[in-house]
Every structure is written in C-alpha cells, then in structure tokens.
C-alpha cells in the first residue's frame, strides 16, 4: 500500500511551470530515490508535499487522503541540504527537537524523549543543551533528523541531505539513514544528485528531467539497464571505477 | 564574551563611557542639581559666563549649565520613548507580511516604501501638526515618523531569516505563525534592530531637540535642550554659550548613542576584522624536511610551505610544511576533508593570500621564477598572470556582479598583455567560443548571474585561457555543479589541457574525481601531506590509514550494498590545537603510544611515492568502529 503518493501534480510560478503532471508513489517502509540536475523540480516537489510550494493542480495524498496542512498532527516531515540553515542558531539542540513533539510532555517526559531521538541518531544525550554552532555539519544533519523524527512521522523527504557534507561524514549520515528504515520501517524520499549515493539507499529510483518524471523503477535495474536517454546520460556522467571509457578520455593527453 | 568585544574597541569604549555619562546625569541630574536650577536671581539676570555660572543665566536670573543638566532627563526620555514608538510600530509593520495573507501582506510593504520615501521632516512637522504643540505630541509624531523606516528594515530581516530552512522546518511541525515569529525571527533579528534602535535614538534626540527648538516641541515650564536653545537664541550674539551649551549637550549624548550603537554594529557584524593583528615571531621549531631544492623540470615546485593564520589565541597552522612537485603538463590532484589545508596551499602558490595571513616556504618556483623573492607584488601579479591560471569552486565570487562577462575576461588581456578594448574584447568572446559557451558574442555582454552556474565555470575557465597557462589550479571546480555538468567542465579541462600542455592542480574533495582526471595525488590531513601517489593506486594501493578511509567512505557505482559504509570516526583535528605525535592518531584504529608521541616522517619510497605513517600498509581491523561524525 502506498503511503505518499504524488497524483499528476503540477506546480507553476508565474508562467514558469516547475512540475508538469508529476506521478510518483512511495510504499510503506520504501525509500524512494529522486534524481536529476538541478532545476529539474526535485526540492519543489518535496516542498510540495509539505505544503512549502504552491500546487497547481493535482493531488498529493498520505494514505489517501491530503497531506494534512494544520494542526499538530504532521506526518510528513522534511530534512534540507544545508546543514548550516536547517537549525536556529539561537536554540538549543534539546529546544529544537522539542519544538516539533507532537505532544506536550511534562520536563521529565520531555527530556527522556529527547535522548530518545539523540540516540535514535547516534548522538550522546549530553548534546540535548548545545548549541548548533558547538556542532559539525554531520551532527546538525543528524539533530535535524531527530527533530524530523519527533514528529513520528509516516514518511521523511530528505533533499539533498548529504550533498553539503564531507565525504568522510556522508557515509556516517547513509548509513543513519538506511538504519532508520530498517529499525523504524520508514517511508523515504531521498532526493540527491548523487547517484552512487542513491544506489545505496533507495530501493526505487525516479528520474526527474525538466520537471517530468522520465523514468522509474527498481534501483538495480533503472541504473543498470537505463531505458531513457537522460538517465543514460546521467549514469555516464559519473566519475570512478565502472566508467573507464571517461576515464580515458579524461586523462587522454599530448 | 560580546561585552568585552565591545568594549575592548576604541569607539565601543569612548561611547560607552558617554553613554554612561549622559544616562547617569539624565537619572541623576533633577536631584543634583534641580534646585540650584530653579533657583532665581533677580540680581543677576542674562549674565554671562563667570566663576559661578559657568554658561551664564536666563531671563529670569538662573544658572544654566544646571539646568542643562536637569535637562538631560527629559531630553533622554522624550528621545527613548519616541524611539519605542518607532520600534514597537516598525516591528509590528515589518513582521505583519510574514502574519497576514499574501496580498494583504504587499498592502502593507507597499504602504511602508512609499512612507519611507517622504523627508522625514516633512513627516514629522506633519504629525506635529496633528498632534498638537506640546512633548507628548511631538513624541507620537517623531515616533511615528521614524516607523517606516524601521518597518522596512524589519521586513529586510525578517524575509531574510524566513528563508532559512529551520523556519519552514517549524512550519512543517506543525508550529503556528505567531510562535514561529516570537521563537525563530525576532531573537534572530533582535541584533541589528537594537543596533539601529542605538543609532536612531541619537537621531531622534537631535529630531525633538529641533521641535522644541521650533517651538513645537516641551513649553515652558518644562524645558529639554532644544528648548533651552530657543531661549538661548535671542542673546546669541551676546552670550553665545546660553544657546551653544545646550547644543553641545545635544551633541554629545547623540555621539553617546551613534558611538555605542557602532560599537555594538561591529561587535555583532560578522567578517569585520579587528584592527589589532598580532605579529607572531616566525615559527621555525618544526620543519622536519631538509631544505630542499627546486625540482628540476617541474612547473611548479613547492618546498616546505607554511601558511599561518593569526589567531585570537593561538596561531593557526593551516598548511605546516607542504612539499612537492608538478611535472610539465601532469595532472595532480589534492584530496582531503574540508579544513585539511588544500584551499590555502593553492591559494599561497598563487600568491592570492594577502596580511594579516602569513605565508612562508623554502622555496615557492613556478616556471622557473622564484615567487618568493621580493619584488613588487604588481610585476609578480603581471607575470603569474598569463601563464597561472586560477578556477574556484563557486565562480559568483570570482566574478564582480557589477560587471558584464566579456570586459571582465577582456580586462585580463589588456593589464597583462596590453591590447586594446577592442582587441581584448574580442578575444574574450573568442575565449567563450573555447569554453563551448554558446552564442558568445551575446554572452560576453550579460551579467554573472545571467549564466547558469556551470556556465559560470566555463567562464572563469576561459578567464583562465585569455593567457597561455602553463598551470591551472583549480580549487572544487565543480564540486557546486551536477555530474552531467561536472562531467562537462572536466571534459572541457581535460581538453584544454590537451591543446595547451598546461599541467594541473586539482583540489577536490571527491576521490572519484581526482582518481577519474589526475596521475598522481597528495592527500592532506592536518596541514600536512600524507600521503602521494599514482591515480591509479588510489583505490587499491593507499598505505595512510586515513587515505583508505577516505576512499572506503565514498559510496560508488560498485559499492557492497549488504555492508555499512566506512566512516572515520572522530571530528578533524583543530589548527588550532595540532596535538602532538601524529595529527590522525585520534581517529586511526591502529594508533599506539608511540603513534601519540611521536610524528611520522613523510617518507619516499624508491618509486617515488610518499607516505607519513608509522605503520603505513599494514592492515585495518576488519571491523571499523562507527562513531558519531
Ligand atoms: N519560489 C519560487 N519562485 C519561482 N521559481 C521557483 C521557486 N522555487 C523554485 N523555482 C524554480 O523551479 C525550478 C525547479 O527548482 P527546484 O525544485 O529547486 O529544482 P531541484 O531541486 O531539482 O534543483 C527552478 O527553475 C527554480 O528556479
Ligand atoms: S602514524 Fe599511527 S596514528 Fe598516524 S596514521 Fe599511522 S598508524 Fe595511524
Ligand atoms: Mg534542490
């Protein structure tokens, strides 16, 4: 049964149409990728579902039924790329994970759930009264997931959650993610550029080019067996090993 | 820690000092001296200045520079809650496009720039004249007055604070407009509103002392400086100082409110560097290479690099000793996490870093010229200019927005190689064309942020190419960009590489990258080489336990998906706080005592290859341990 479900969303700003007539499910305990340049409408899409952009026409449900949009009740959540924007400065990490519970808790109650979502992210509870700037991107990415998870969400959307990130930091942030599904049973939708990346979390990958979804399906076989012209050019586009014929025209030289 | 910041300059001391003085007479100056002010003597009526009355008397025989002092109060206070009005007004004007609907909102933003396009005066006597005469109406009208332009200052604030991603992050859980307003803007804008609340303040005092002065302002029998000033007027020429104390006392406490409010601006501005720059003495205690000598048949050779930023407490040792080699024509890469030194080693080579930051090296040669040596750093730029080409990762900051494109790389040919307008033009565009830029004629005439940011690059590469490079440094050239698009600008430099023989220093922190474009690679950790090695070993042939690391932790198009990615636990070290013995051990699974206490030298093997490792080579536990990244 599908969870989110993009029913042939468009969104326009003005008389530039971002999203035309977009499809696109993600299943229970799934994590959907979503790929394509920048500009082809992958954070619109995202933001759409949480209400951040402007549906033109077309629906988006959560178990069939719209996304709800009020109240404390919000079982979409969103984490964004940039680590250094994605925490008020001026707030405790505790503060900030709190500030998204869907229930008031007494201080006590509240506190053992903030450790709770901590250690969820593998952060030490001792974090709880630091502020985001004692934090390394990594770590604010995994406090912005734990105030994502105080929601107890049904699906997460992470745009683009590990492209502002050291390399020696993604993989701790991949893995968090890929654990999260299997402890959690989370729905996700992970929107990178990053293919390799995707390849390792998602199980379904949806490419998205100008605004139109051009091609979905299983990870393995949209990557391995690409039938659309864009996906084709995106998959050659990678650097590293499996790309030897790029390689030679890199380093081809007098 | 601000307090002291502020303090510690001269104009956050000199006006806190004033503002100290101005607020303890205003508080204290009706008790002091409210009798002697109000005291009449018949007998000495608009006397001039003497022992006793320093600035003379009024009419009525009082001692004036008392009542300037008593003055102050109702001058301070008048000028404070004229400010209030301002802010509370502005605050609610600026904050409510945020609150209300979207059309309404733009009501309102409209309403508050066309207000602020009046004179100010002009609203002011307007609302005075509302109002009526007296200081509570000519409090409302400055007040009211002044609220436009702090609306629109909070409206600035607060649509820039509402773009960044915690705003929409509390909306998404479902947090109310009012509370997201109250908890996430108005602490994240408080800053600079009290800031110019301080300045406007010293305005505004200078505003009523005019109203009074007019005759709008405090009646008698009260009276502010601006209604001393009138009364002072009429025997200007006979006593100037009855008029000119008042004004002075104007003056000062509006200097008080500007000074401290500066003070504070510079305390809370960000990028703004304090005048005082310490001078550290050389340090020349750990060099562990052996002077070397340029290399031969290199373009470049670089021999123990030392780049040292200056520190509030300690100095810090960015880049500690950097040594190697591009060949004529090879491609060597730069790896290593952000703050690892890569940036800074290029831009030194490149001789980009200015005061206060140090930069020191054995030798620095670069096609056979020494850019250490002396010389005047314009001839150096002129030389380097043409033959060292630069490329960073986000191009918006390379380009000067003001500018269109095509005078910009035009600008290079005519300082370095002195043709004409016409001539460098021209080339620019031919340049374009090289870059595979389309329509470049029409692109040569359009603004930085008409191009898309992979076009951007392609410019700044063609920048590059208005010379003959022999080298190009380029620092994350597309670490901003799409792979098809990063695919395109390293096909474009891996072409223009071919057509020039210009060798290559590329930094990147993505291993896939180096390893797909580069021969060989320097891996930095801590400001130091780690390890330097062929391309193609970089995968399979690391020795530095960091280097295999940061290989293990980059998921590929080959990656197991049955096992947990690498990660290296642990945080960077500090530059600022190099531990001893060697800078990994911290984050290293085969780290000992002896790895904690002493530094492994960077050592050559004979083929070449480098590596600074006590145990480099040996095996890595099977089971690296995850911790917090
Ligand atoms: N608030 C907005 N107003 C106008 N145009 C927008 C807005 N947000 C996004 N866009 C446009 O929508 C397109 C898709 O953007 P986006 O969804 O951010 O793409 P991606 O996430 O794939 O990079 C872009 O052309 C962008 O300029
Ligand atoms: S010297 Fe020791 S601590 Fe440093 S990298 Fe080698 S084994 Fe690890
Ligand atoms: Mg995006």
């Known amino acids: 049964m599908s969870v989110l479900s993009f029913r042939d969303v468009s969104v326009r700003y003005g008389s530039h149409t971002v999203l035309k007539g977009v499809s696109l499910d993600v299943a229970e305990g799934q994590t959907v990728g979503l790929v394509g340049e920048s500009g082809s409408g992958k954070s619109t899409m995202a933001r759409a579902a949480v209400g951040l952009a402007p549906v033109t026409s077309g629906q988006i449900l959560l178990n069939g039924h719209p996304v709800p949009g009020r109240g404390r009740e919000r079982p979409v959540q969103m984490v964004f790329q940039d680590p250094y924007s994605s ?46 700037s004692r934090l390394s991107g990594g770590q604010r990415q995994r406090v912005a997931l734990a105030r994502a998870l105080a929601a107890r969400p049904e699906v997460i959307l992470a745009d683009e959650i590990t492209s502002a990130l050291d390399v020696s930091v993604q993989g701790a942030v991949l893995n968090l993610v890929r654990d999260m ?21 998602a199980d379904h990958v949806a490419v998205l080019y100008a605004g139109e979804i051009v091609e979905y399906g299983p990870t393995a076989q949209v990557l391995g067996a690409p039938r659309h012209e864009y996906t084709r050019t995106l998959i050659d586009a990678i650097p590293g090993p499996g790309r030897s014929a790029h390689t030679m025209t890199l380093k081809e030289q007098t | 820690m601000r307090a002291s910041r502020v303090l510690l300059r001269p104009v956050g001391f000199a006006g806190f000092g004033l503002l100290a003085v101005v607020l303890f007479v205003a508080v204290f100056g009706p008790v002091l001296w409210g009798d002697r002010a109000a005291v009449v003597e018949t007998g000495n009526l608009l006397d001039g200045p003497s022992a006793e009355h320093w600035i003379g008397t009024d009419n009525l025989g009082r001692d004036l520079f008392s009542r300037v002092l008593v003055a102050a109060r109702l001058s301070i206070v008048l000028a404070l809650a004229a400010t209030a009005i301002s802010m509370v007004l502005g605050i609610v004007l600026g904050a409510a496009p945020m609150l209300v609907g979207r059309r309404l909102g733009r009501l309102i933003t409209a309403g508050v720039n066309v207000l602020v396009a009046f004179p100010g005066v002009l609203l002011v ?47 998404i859980a479902g947090v109310s407009k009012i509370r997201v307003l109250v908890r996430h803007v108005l602490p994240n804008i408080a800053e600079p509103l009290i800031v110019n609340a301080t300045m406007a303040a010293g305005g505004v005092l200078l505003t009523f002392a005019g109203l009074s002065f007019l005759g709008l302002g405090v009646q008698a029998p009260d009276y502010d400086w601006g209604k001393l000033m009138q009364d002072g007027l009429n025997g200007i020429y006979v006593h100037p100082l009855a008029a000119l104390g008042p004004g002075i006392a104007v003056v000062l406490a509006g200097l008080a409110f500007n000074l401290t409010g500066e003070a504070f ?108 040596a002396g010389g005047d750093p314009e001839s150096l730029r002129k030389r380097l200019g043409t033959s060292l080409a630069v490329v960073f990762q986000d191009p918006m900051t390379s380009f000067n927005p003001a500018h269109r494109v095509g005078p910009q790389l035009a600008e290079v040919s005519r300082f370095h190689q002195g043709l004409s307008r016409r001539a460098a033009f021209a080339r620019a565009v031919d340049r374009l064309r090289a870059v595979k830029i389309r329509e ?79 021969d060989r690679v320097l891996v930095m950790y801590a400001g130091r080489i780690v390890e330097e090695l062929p391309a193609a070993d970089l995968r399979t042939l690391a020795r530095h336990p960091y280097t295999r690391a940061l290989v293990a932790a980059v998921p590929d198009m080959e990656t197991d998906l049955t096992r947990p990615l690498a990660v290296i636990p642990g945080l960077p070290v500090d530059p600022a706080h190099i531990p001893d013995g060697c800078a990994f051990a911290a984050r290293c699974p085969l780290a000992d005592d002896r790895c904690r206490a002493v530094e492994p030298p960077l050592l050559s093997s004979p083929a070449g290859d480098r590596v600074a490792c006590h145990k480099a080579g040996q095996p890595l536990p099977a089971d690296t341990v995850e911790v917090t990244a």
């Open chain 2, 265 to 372: 601006a510079a305390a809370f501005g960000i990028g703004e560097t304090s005048g005082r720059v310490r001078r550290e003495a050389p340090a020349t205690a750990d060099r562990e290479h052996a002077v070397a000598a340029p290399e031969p048949g290199a373009v470049l050779s670089v021999g123990d690099l030392r780049v040292t930023i200056p520190g509030a407490q300690n100095p810090i040792r960015a880049v500690r000793g950097v040594t190697f080699a591009v060949r004529d024509g090879e491609a060597v890469g730069v790896v290593g996490e952000s703050g690892s030194g890569k940036s800074l080693t290029a831009l030194a080579v490149a001789r980009l870093i200015e005061q206060p930051i140090r930069v020191e090296a054995d030798h620095l040669v670069f096609a056979g010229e020494d850019l250490m």
């Open chain 1, 181 to 201: 599904r299997r402890d959690l049973g989370l729905s996700m939708l992970f929107i990178s550029h990053n293919l390799a990346v995707v390849r390792y979390v």
């Open chain 2, 440 to 518: 470049p004629e029409r692109r040569a005439r359009q603004y930085p942020f008409e191009f898309s940011g992979g076009m951007r690059q392609r410019a700044m590469i063609g920048m590059g190419l208005m010379g003959t490079p022999r080298l190009i440094i380029a620092d994350e050239p597309t670490t901003a960009l799409d792979v098809t698009v990063q695919r395109q600008v390293l096909e474009l430099l891996a072409e223009v590489r071919r057509d020039t023989g210009a060798a290559l220093l590329l930094i990147s922190h993505d291993v896939s990258v180096v390893t797909d474009v580069c």
């Open chain 2, 125 to 171: 006597l307007f609302f005075a004249v509302i109002f009526g005469v007296g200081a509570r109406g000519a409090a409302l009208a400055v007040g009211l007055a002044g609220a436009p332009a702090f609306a629109r200052l909070c409206h600035t604030l607060v649509a820039a604070v509402s773009e960044r991603d915690y705003i929409a992050a509390a909306r």
């Open chain 1, 87 to 132: 925490l008020d400065p001026r707030m405790t990490v505790g503060e900030s994970i709190a500030e998204a519970m869907r229930d008031r808790l007494g201080k006590k109650a509240r506190q053992a759930e903030i450790a709770r979502l901590l250690a969820l992210v593998h952060l030490d509870a001792s974090r709880a009264g630091d502020l985001p």
